[in-house]
């Protein structure tokens, strides 16, 4: 059987968890499973269409000379070739699809006869461009590199061939030969945008072939020192993680997917070599981004001129670049962390990221794509078909396909229950015993969330109890309660199972306002609205006849939550009352400013209807003002 | 004696106004003539051993082959030299200063080296990039012609010396010989960066040659059909202008110095011209500008990422760009709009932005400048001795020098009083007759303006009445009540003067707070402070012990102001009570995000003095976070 888990850490000493096979868990809800048929159907086909029609696969066919012509478009498009084969090869797990087997094939046929003899492999460095390669660390060689093996280790464990992993050997070898400490004859190098890293260490796990984690040690040691000049001339160090050793990091800095894509491949690299060192930055960097650098959406990036991070608590809602790939990124790190870590406040932003600025991402019919997911708009921001640094659609693409292998973990005796969706579990303990689950629920519109135990013995049961749930959840085994004590995040049942058992996680959903602190002065005297991992929003188009920008939520302000199958592919959507002061409805237009005066408070005010849709959402309706962070009355 | 007046309209037909010479008045004040005697001494000086310690001076030694070597820096670079020029210039104008005259001699001696023999003139297109001349309209050659221009103009009208303006009119000559209509066997071609249009009607002014108005005219007339290309690769037509035609424009947008300065030139043009559509074009973008595109201290340029506008309303105040060249290029702007219509609500703007972000943009030691002027920040943004890009010092030096200038006009029998400084000016009304007034004033701190009329004679005195005056305001000659009629921003006293008779105006100047347009999301809840044209922030250093950004103001708190003339430089200073909620002081740093509740809210609270001083003086003490826009409670 396929065994293809999103990081394998089941020989990794320093991680507390194994991932499981992304097909050892089918996805039978409405939510997950649509959108993963979504992508089998809609997304990948219109990708690979879009790749073809925008020269990226005539890119390989020029480099490989079975094409005459030159290379159109940015020097990372190869990429975007790779990061679909990533995706279509986590959809082909475990599953038989001879017509995404074909599209695959094919693609990886192109990039194969694309390779140099050496390995080499990057179709915008050929011909009279040859002589240029690896001489700006800018120009992602080995951040296509990466995303190659990526694809390569998913095609490799998702079907069992290796047709692309061979080629990515190859690459990664001339990479690992070439570039090393000068000592070894070789000479400096690290790529300005991370990605290599992570890839090299699956590389490692599949190939047992040590040399690759001795590369990506490497690579991390080599930065901080301000020797990969500047990005396109512009950006200083800090924009790709070149101003500060890994080791002494304190905060996110620079561009967001850059920082972390790295701490993806520092986090492999610790779960393989267990550097104390390593892990305190991560921490830190963890900390330093849920406290003070981190959008509400689990976006991250607060400014457009570098795509990143800007000082603490710097939070602009409408120009929040919170790029797509960024919240992939988090949800990436997040990934490994809890591996390493197993504590629940990494499972927690997961979903956080994923249900709010990943899914946000991509539009309700699959066609469309957001780059950045700010959290205010006018209603001019859109999302595009394609762009042309189209980073970000296979990068969900990629997610979606994966999904099913990030709800259960495994260790010693246990299964860990992160992620909440209605699906068919076949799991394997690490001492080889098989335990089945069904999970029965309707998150995250409800949060009552049923376990069958299909298979009998003893091991223990580890939920995750969210951050975000308030008092009054209950956990109960065939309907007695068990030990609620929530340790790093987990609820624990440690029995004897019967096949048949039932749990019963039971996790409240009311409608929650949440603030943020008041350092981020841009959310001062404003509340957003949760219910479970949800983020909402209120858009123009639910609200016609009033300018949803002039609202005001009273803190008495009765919430309420009820699903409508028939909006947005069927949400919970969020209902109350807002207020509109008619000293707002009183400016005319003819000022920007004006004198405040006892008459321009709030005294006299209308009472209007607040319909909020959830913000992953948005933009799939009539344009209009969006807004997440409301004033309070 | 020397006439010179900062854009010549003594002659133009469309222009209600005349300007009247720099030194037609002498500032008196504290106030402005300070800092014009702080431009003279270090300011000036300053910037002088920055162009040469930067190496501008040496690329013209390099380029007229006085000197080996290679150019360095950005190819603009010229143009600080120009600028440098002009400031001195006016600084020169009916002064006796040998020393100053020594400098601009020698600078210009280097320029006049440095020209070509057929006129060209840019110290980065030599040597090898010679070839490279005209062949990327976004190099600035152009540009840099521009500030050439105005700086010859300057220092003609300043000096009579013809040494600077026979190379600008030579560079001129070249520039409209070969760019214009192909079917006069000529060149399409117009600058990236607008500049050159506002120099050349000066020059035509100058010089009464005709030709280089129909040069400004073609300038305009071919921008606006995206001819122009992309800026290095990465703007649209927009950034620089070329979207739509300008007659056509409906709204300002781009780089905003690009976009005000091309304004700038299309007013002089119309002062000439009179056609219609380029005022209704000037005019809806204005009503843009005032109505939905700037900050309240005048800035303009909402986005980092292009140095410009964004979308309507999109006035962030922390990552505010608000470059100090486009408060200049608004004060500039509104300056020409003023002489050609004679509306109050130009003086009122050029009011607005030079109090609070041209005069922002120096420390009040005159030694550093601030490139943008954002209105919130945690205490990182410092002013700096100089930038790579180091447009903004110059700018700030020519404001200082030409001040003078613009505070009185002159029409068919009447004086405009424009701007309130403590001055003496002795003016030429268009017939011929001399009006001599004092101003006696402590503007801008009170709000008492006294003009004491030194020539009998029949005139009117048209006195601008602020649009930020309430109610309570007096006008009165020699103490009997006038006419307080006040028409498109101005009284009018017409009658008979005798020498020695007193115009007492009395502008009540209350603290105010002044809240924005709610579609401008950032500032809902909020108040600034103003008191008469001064745009009031509170900062961290006077407020030990607390966060500012925890400060919340009660609608009721009583705010008053009383002049400290030991704090940056004497100012009046406004005190208050603010309150901190307890609940805000009880954020322990572990969180981001939490649950709002009622007891969230600012139930209970401290109370703590709030002292704010004005928004020009900020980050000339210790760092830490600074606010205009204070939260209401």
């Known amino acids: 059987m396929t065994c293809a888990p999103v990081v394998d850490t089941s020989r990794s000493p320093f991680a507390k968890l194994r991932a499981v096979s992304v097909n050892a868990v089918i996805l039978t809800d409405h939510f997950w499973a649509g959108r993963r048929q979504l992508n089998r159907e809609v997304i990948i086909p219109g990708q690979a269409r879009l790749c073809e029609a925008t020269g990226r696969v005539d890119n390989l066919r020029v480099a490989s000379g079975r094409k005459a012509g030159h290379f159109v478009g940015w020097f990372f498009n190869d990429s975007d070739i790779y990061k679909l084969l990533e995706a279509a090869s986590w959809q082909l797990a475990g599953s038989n699809d001879p017509e995404l087997n074909a599209l695959v094939d094919g693609l990886i046929d192109e990039v194969a006869a694309a390779q140099q003899p050496d390995g080499y492999l990057n179709s915008y460095f050929m011909g009279e461009r040859a002589e240029r390669r690896w001489t700006n660390f800018d120009y992602h060689e080995m951040y296509c590199a990466g995303h190659l093996i990526q694809a390569a280790v998913a095609h490799f464990r998702a079907t069992g ?45 599949v190939t047992g072939d040590r040399k690759y984690l001795d590369q990506v040690k490497y690579f991390i040691d080599v930065r901080g020192y301000g020797k990969l000049g500047r990005a396109f001339g512009r950006f200083e160090s800090s924009y790709h993680q070149d101003r500060v050793p890994f080791r002494e990091m304190t ?90 870590d197993a504590d629940g406040r990494y499972g927690d932003l997961m979903e956080l990221a994923l249900y709010n600025s990943v899914l946000s991402g991509i539009s309700l019919d699959g066609t469309a794509y957001f780059y950045q997911n700010p959290l205010l708009d006018d209603g001019a921001h859109r999302r595009q078909q394609w762009f042309p640094v189209a ?37 394997t303990l690490p001492d080889g015993r098989a335990v089945s689950l069904i999970q029965e629920t309707e998150y995250p519109w409800d949060g009552k969330v049923t376990i069958m135990v299909g298979t009998a013995g003893n091991f223990a049961m580890k939920m995750r109890i969210p951050g975000w749930v308030g008092a009054g959840w209950t956990l109960t085994v065939s309907g007695a309660p068990v030990d609620q004590a929530v340790v790093r995040g987990y609820a624990t049942i440690s029995r004897e199972w019967s096949a048949g058992d039932r749990i019963e996680l039971h996790l409240p959903m009311p409608v929650e306002r949440i603030e943020s602190h008041p350092f981020a002065v841009d959310n001062q005297n404003r509340v957003a609205l949760m219910r479970g991992p949800i983020l909402y929003c209120i858009e123009a188009v639910d609200h016609p006849g009033v300018d949803v920008r002039l609202f005001a939520l009273p803190d008495q302000a009765a919430l309420t939550a009820d699903f409508d199958p028939d909006l947005v592919g069927g949400v919970s959507v969020v209902h109350g009352e807002a207020i509109i002061s008619d000293a707002d409805l009183a400016w005319d237009g003819k000022a920007l400013y004006r004198r405040y005066t006892t008459a321009s408070a709030a005294a006299s005010f209308k009472r209007t209807p607040l319909k909020a849709i959830p913000y992953f959402a948005w933009a799939n309706r009539d344009p209009g003002p969006m807004m997440v962070w409301l004033r309070r009355a």
Not at 181 to 203: N, S
Not at 311 to 332: I, K, Q, W
Not at 393 to 421: E, I
Request: aromatic share 10%.
């Open 391 to 427: 980073c970000c659609p296979a990068n969900v693409s990629r997610t979606l396909a994966s999904l099913p292998g990030y709800l259960y973990t495994v260790s010693d005796n246990a299964v860990w229950l992160h992620h909440f969706a209605r699906s068919q579990a076949n799991l």
């Open 161 to 205: 061939k290796r047709s692309l992993l061979d080629v990515a050997i190859r690459f990664a070898d001339h990479i690992c030969a070439r570039f090393g400490a000068e000592d070894q004859g070789k000479v400096f190098g690290t790529d300005g945008h991370p990605e290599i890293e992570m890839a090299l260490v699956e590389l490692d796990r």
């Open 251 to 340: 905060r996110l800095e620079g561009h967001s997917v850059r920082a972390v894509y790295l701490n993806c491949g520092a986090a492999d690299l610790y779960a393989e070599t267990g550097e104390p060192a390593l892990h305190e930055a991560l921490e830190r960097m963890w900390s330093s981004m849920t406290t003070r650098q981190m959008y509400i959406n689990g976006g991250l990036g607060s400014r457009y001129e570098n795509e990143g991070f800007g000082t603490d608590y710097e939070l602009p809602p409408g120009r929040a670049h919170t790029e797509t790939c960024a919240s992939v990124a988090n949800f990436m790190w997040n990934w490994r962390m809890l591996l390493i």
